[in-house]
Structure formats: C-alpha cells, structure tokens
C-alpha cells in the first residue's frame, strides 16, 4: 500500500474562510468516494499552534504506484489541484505502507 500525504500551506495574507480557500476544501472533500483507487482519505485543518506547522493536510491510501498515478491524474483531482494552486503552496511525500 502506497500512503499520500499532502501538507498544505496557505499563502501570505490568505485565511482558511477566504471563499477561495472554502470550495477548494469542498472541492477535496468531493474526491472522497468518486476516484475508485483511493483506500481511505482524510483531510483536516492544522491545530498546532507552532511556527513551522502547515496549515491543512491530506492523507490518503492507494494500492500502489499504478492507483496512485490514477488517482493524481483523475480530472477531479487536477481540478482541486488548480483551485489550490491560487492561493497556496504544499509538500509531498509518498511512501510504501507494509
């Protein structure tokens, strides 16, 4: 199993009840069911109050490279993705679950 995990950082001056930022939540929140490669998916808004903690985080499971590539290059995915893209910026990692 291939483990997603997605950390997200709002951009200067952006607030998560900025409209932007609330259909683009809604927007992942939608993918949740409707790409048949995802195992399991989560998301959630940061509660620590450090510094160097991003903002918003995704985590997600596939079976492997083929449903993760799947998943990354499904229309509804790349929608989300270009929604985020105005107003922040994030991290990957993908690594293998045993």
Do not use: C
Request: charged share 20%.
């Amino acid at each position: 199993m291939i483990r997603h995990l997605v950390l997200f950082k709002l951009n200067e001056g952006v607030e998560r009840d900025d409209p932007r930022v609330v259909a683009g939540v809604r927007a992942f929140e939608q993918l949740d069911g409707l790409i048949p490669e995802l195992l399991s998916w989560e998301l959630g808004w940061n509660i620590s109050p450090r510094p160097i903690a991003y903002d918003f985080a995704l985590n997600a499971s596939v079976a492997d490279e083929s449903d993760l590539a799947a998943y990354l290059w499904h229309p509804a995915h790349q929608a989300g993705v270009a929604q985020w893209q105005e107003f922040a910026t994030w991290v990957v990692a993908d690594y293998v679950v045993e």
